[in-house]
T-cell receptor
Framework: GQNIDQPTEMTATEGAIVQINCTYQTSGFNGLFWYQQHAGEAPTFLSYNVLDGLEEKGRFSSFLSRSKGYSYLLLKELQMKDSASYLC???????????FGKGTRLSVIA | EAQVTQNPRYLITVTGKKLTVTCSQNMNHEYMSWYRQDPGLGLRQIYY???????DKGDVPEGYKVSRKEKRNFPLILESPSPNQTSLYFC?????????????FGDGTRLSIL
């Protein structure tokens, strides 16, 4: 079976750093994606990790540990526009659709 | 502009009245899929297609049909809609299989079945 866990909600202050965790147990593994989704809008691609370690892309970084079935998304210098849901997703095999976690709703407050 | 286009964006209809949600992409992507998103359940896969005339079921295919006659189009068909199909639907495409290729999502279709 497929199981992806993320915290349901998080709150952080503008300008701060926040880490959103994701743990997964899937029948296969072909990398891990992070998507951002603003309320009522389509998910948009943020990052993809297939090897262990940290991938940095501007204010956003994503980390993967395959042995622990664990990833996190790190958001630095938080801005109000970062208030959104963040979705962790894994394709269990090369050609099957993504299995998504239920998402973490992040609220950035002043 | 590279995009995935869904129509309609919003639809309110009644139980049993057949409807089709269209999805078209202009990126020459081979892989297309449909998801539904419900509060507390997240995004769940309905059907996917790896290429023309090749379709397969996802996790929640009951009550839905799809077709892939052309590479760019992947319509979702509800032959006899029921209230439990009220949801937000997303079509997505990618240049290759999901393992390694980011999905490009359409803007979504909000369906209400009364």
């Amino acid at each position: 079976g497929q199981n992806i866990d993320q915290p349901t909600e998080m709150t952080a202050t503008e300008g701060a750093i926040v880490q959103i965790n994701c743990t997964y147990q899937t029948s296969g593994f072909n990398g891990l994606f992070w998507y951002q989704q603003h309320a009522g809008e389509a998910p948009t691609f943020l990052s993809y990790n297939v090897l262990d370690g940290l991938e940095e892309k501007g204010r956003f970084s994503s980390f993967l540990s395959r042995s622990k079935g664990y990833s996190y998304l790190l958001l630095k210098e938080l801005q109000m526009k970062d208030s959104a849901s963040y979705l962790c997703a894994v394709p269990p095999s090369g050609n099957t659709p993504l299995v998504f976690g239920k998402g973490t709703r992040l609220s950035v407050i002043a | 502009e590279a995009q995935v286009t869904q129509n309609p964006r919003y639809l309110i209809t009644v139980t049993g009245k057949k409807l089709t949600v269209t999805c078209s992409q202009n990126m020459n992507h081979e892989y297309m899929s449909w998801y539904r998103q419900d509060p507390g359940l997240g995004l769940r896969q309905i059907y996917y297609s790896m290429n023309v005339e090749v379709t397969d079921k996802g996790d929640v295919p009951e009550g839905y049909k799809v077709s892939r006659k052309e590479k760019r189009n992947f319509p979702l068909i509800l032959e006899s809609p029921s209230p439990n199909q009220t949801s937000l639907y997303f079509c997505a495409s990618s240049s290759g299989q999901p393992g390694g290729q980011p999905q490009h999502f359409g803007d979504g279709t909000r369906l209400s079945i009364l």
